[in-house]
């Protein structure tokens, strides 16, 4: 120590001064790293939340109905055109019905349970089968399978999401009883000990509340609902399919957490489900109607492709305005125009344009757009119009920046060497400029291509049932889309409007991948 | 170009300039008066100053006198400043080349000009040297261009290093190449005067050396209006030289005359290096 002392460099003051600085570098880097960690987890919990969600809506449940395309019912006039047939949803939809009423004849009697059967399908999920028979008549008095989407709730409900439910494996039900109606004690040595302790620790958690909630046993195609059970024995009643095959079998007990009156799935409804996709005709497929379908009240039917086409054509029309005006006038202004006092003041207000809220430029578009011009409401042209102007600033100061960048050393060759001043900027800084220009264009149109707001204003949150042919037509967005899906109240729009989140999101990170790769490729040294 | 020239004094047409001393009497620049302001800050007091073709013609002075705020009047680059304003004349081939009539561009074709910084376009070599013909027209055919090409890089003593890579950017070639490259681009577009601004600044000795014996070479042909700080250089490479102070012309002659036996006291203190 003292000798380390003795050096000029290595004094006693010197070593302290030394530490400081250490450790306030120490210390800047921990701000720099926790801060960076915040936002890195911030991040990664949207993805990752809005991801799991759209990842139960990536994929859904389809049941398959065996039907004869019986004449008298899809076309009962006889000579019915084409487009008769591809509307008779009614004629369509009886054929699914009693396929499912042959299935389940013991709902055939009862108006409610047939109301409740019918149910499993959605009306209009016909539609493309009567489309197809329409365009192809020679289908017709064929037997054919129909695929159809499962009703949205019992979708939830096979996707655990629309309640929660415990399932356990009983043990061997060694006899069957019947008693009153369709009233059935089941019994076998400590069979449904696991379900009798299961309802007392969850009469421990939840109280008599416990009584409300369901327990449904199913064995195969078979199901039953249990009023009663001991260790030994259960009274079920039967609610589709056979109570004797219990008989000497190992039966599933779901116990259902959410009382049935306040479900929107039936515990026969539930059975049925079950009997389907016992006999195979249920599986879970891939979402694509998701990205094939347009805008539906009915969330199993619901698409986004209408969104997707009116997102592109909208902006179709922003970059079609917005990048060669916001290019050209960042030429002028950073090459061409004299340093006085009207481009600065210019230039301070294309910075102050930047920064005015969105919602702002959406009613300026309503005015004069459609109230002064009188453009279509809820028109992508309108739409672009909007957006361009909103992004106008941002691709006009990136524009500029790009252009500042590049060193006036390179005009300075292309003057001295008897260019004009067009020649040097159109033949050397503009293309030198470029990937810095098309970064802040597409960074621009990211922004534009997320914005909701001004969308609102000018009518582009209309329910659009057909995909916009043109930039004139009805439509709406991604973002508003997601806004109106979102408000929706039934709880399947919840992972549909996360999924539409993760297609918006995938659109920006291709464009921002286009974004990284223009930098790479064409960033230059001089 | 030609028809520009309405009427050049017949002293300064080729033939009458056999001999040395007689080249150095007919000035291919004459400028008269010239006063340049930045804004309201004047950089350049009444300079008046006699350019002769073919040679060497160096302008010295301490840092911030005005050489190459001077040096920028002579292809109108001080246009591309916009506070800056040049008064006076700058007669060349009988016109007044700071007359407002006068297009800079024709202008620059005409007087080239090399930067302190070399600075090639971000493109190939080829395409380098190949702008200035190709935008001012003065090639008819690919093969006209390419012997362009050929010839400028051969008088500018490139041509031999990058002949098997005119394809690659010129951003890849060595600092003094890379300004051999811009000397060789300035001659492509077939000027008449050249100017260089402390061209040599970036370089080291060997590539300073090659640069000087190219202007040497080049003077055969040019008029050549160097701005310099080294008084090695521009005694080694010029046949006039100038001294700036504090945007006046102080003394100006033969280069010879200047380094030994300056008339002014100033000029002798500076190259001596006792101020600057
Ligand atoms: N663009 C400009 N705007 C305003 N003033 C300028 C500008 N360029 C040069 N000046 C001023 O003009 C004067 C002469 O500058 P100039 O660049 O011609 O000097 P110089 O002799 O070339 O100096 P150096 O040897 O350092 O290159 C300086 O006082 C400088 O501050
Ligand atoms: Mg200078």
Known sequence: MTNLSAGPFRNEKALARLRKRRAADTRFRLYGLSAIGFALAALSLLVFSIGAQALSAATYHVVKYDVVLDAAVIAPKGKDTPDQISRNVDGFYSLVRENLKDTFPDARDDRRSSRELGELMTRLAVLPTARKVADNPTLMGQKITITAPLNDDLDLYLKGAASPQKKVKLGKVVSVEAETGRTYRLAGPAAFKVIESLVSAERFEVGDAVDRQSILLTTGATTGKISDVTTDSAVIDLLTGNADDFKGATPVARLIGIPQSERNVTDQQIAWTLALKDMGRISRVPHLSLLTHTDSTYPELAGALAAIVGSLLTMFVTAFIAVPIGIFASVYLEEFAPRNRVTEIIEVNINNLAAVPSIVFGLLGAAVFLGFFGLPRSAPLVGGLVLALLTLPTIIIASRAALKSVPPSIRAAALGVGASKMQSVFHHVLPLAGPGIFTGAILGMARALGETAPLLLIGMVAFVADVPSGPTDEATALPVLIYSWSTNAERAWEPMTAAVIVILLMFLIVMNGIVVLLRRRFERRW | ?276
Not at chain 2, 90 to 95: H, T
Not at chain 2, 202 to 230: G, M, Q
Request: glycine fraction near 6%.
């Open chain 2, 1 to 276: 170009m030609e028809s520009t020239v309405t009427s050049a004094p017949p002293a300064t047409s080729p033939g009458t300039q056999a001999n040395e001393p007689e080249r150095l009497t007919f000035p291919r620049i004459e400028c008269r008066d010239i006063n340049v302001f930045y804004g309201d800050k004047q950089a350049i007091f009444d300079i008046s100053l006699p350019i002769p073709d073919r040679s060497v013609t160096a302008l010295i002075g301490p840092s911030g006198c005005g050489k190459s705020t001077f040096l920028r009047c002579l292809n109108r680059m001080n246009d591309t400043i916009e506070s800056c304003r040049v008064e006076g004349q700058i007669i060349m081939d009988g016109e007044n080349i700071n007359d407002a009539a006068i297009d800079p561009v024709l202008l620059r074709s005409r007087v080239g000009m090399v930067f302190q910084k070399p600075n090639p376009f971000p493109k190939s070599i080829y395409d380098n040297i190949s702008y200035g013909p190709r935008i001012h027209g003065l090639a008819a055919s690919r093969e006209d261009l390419d012997g362009m090409v050929e010839k400028s890089l051969r008088r500018a003593g490139l041509w031999e290093e990058v002949k098997d890579r005119l394809t690659a950017p010129a951003n890849s070639l060595s600092g003094g190449q890379q300004q051999r490259l811009c000397i060789a681009r300035a001659i492509a577009v077939q000027p008449e005067v050249i100017l260089m601004d402390e061209p040599c600044s970036a370089l080291d000795p060997v590539a300073t050396a090659r640069i000087e014996e190219l202007i040497d070479e080049l003077r055969k042909r040019y008029c050549i209006v160097i701005v310099t700080h080294s008084m090695q250089q521009a005694a080694r490479v010029s046949q006039r030289t100038a001294f700036f102070h504090l945007g006046i012309l102080v003394e100006m002659g033969e280069t010879d005359q200047i380094f030994t036996n300056p008339r002014e006291r100033r000029t002798e203190d500076y190259i001596t290096g006792r101020f600057g």
